[in-house]
Structure formats: C-alpha cells, structure tokens
C-alpha cells in the first residue's frame, strides 16, 4: 500500500512538471507592448526581448481567437524579428545567380 501511495505522489510530480507554462494574466499585454516598443522605437534589449517572446508564445498558446493570435504573433515577429517576403533580399548562395 505504501509502494502505491509513493508512485502515486511521484506520478503526479512528473505530470506537473512537464506541463507547458500556462499564460499568465498580463502575457498579452506584455506581448503587445513590446512588439510597439520594438517597432516605434527600435530593438530591445536581450532580456526584454526574450521575456517578450516567451510572454507571446504563451499569450498564443492560451488563445483560441485567430485574430487575437494574429495579432500576438505579428508583435512577436516586431519582437524577434521577421524573415523577408522580397526574395531580392535573401542572400544567393555560390553559383545561383
């Protein structure tokens, strides 16, 4: 019975250590801001950046809403930056042009 009862205590520890992070209430919020910040006034620093990023992923990991999501993520993209859509801007390697 003892046996049961210590697997079931370390069963349970196990399952809420590797749930994801849940959003917090004010993940959005920073998401938003950051991404205004970093467009209006310029890149952020290493630790802002990465404490907005990672408020953004869990903003749209909570999130049902497709526009609320778009939203988050094109903060996150002003965040982190974005991959060019102009093909005239990615690098040509050895022997393409």
């Given at each position: 019975?003892?046996?049961?009862?210590?697997?079931?205590?370390?069963?349970?520890?196990?399952?809420?250590?590797?749930?994801?992070?849940l959003a917090l209430p004010g993940d959005s919020d920073t998401c938003l801001d950051a991404g205004y910040r970093s467009?209006?006034?310029?890149?952020?620093?290493?630790?802002?950046?990465?404490?907005?990023?990672?408020?953004?992923?869990?903003?749209?990991?909570?999130?049902?809403?497709?526009?609320?999501?778009?939203?988050?993520?094109?903060?996150?993209?002003?965040?982190?930056?974005?991959?060019?859509?102009?093909?005239?801007?990615?690098?040509?390697?050895?022997?393409?042009?």
């Open positions: 019975m003892h046996a049961r009862s210590v697997s079931l205590v370390i069963a349970i520890g196990l399952f809420l250590a590797v749930q994801p992070a467009k209006s006034k310029g890149p952020l620093g290493e630790d802002e950046k990465r404490t907005a990023h990672e408020a953004c992923q869990r903003a749209m990991s909570d999130s049902s809403n497709i526009m609320e999501k778009y939203g988050l993520q094109e903060a996150d993209f002003d965040i982190v930056g974005r991959q060019p859509n102009d093909q005239s801007q990615v690098p040509l390697l050895e022997g393409q042009r």
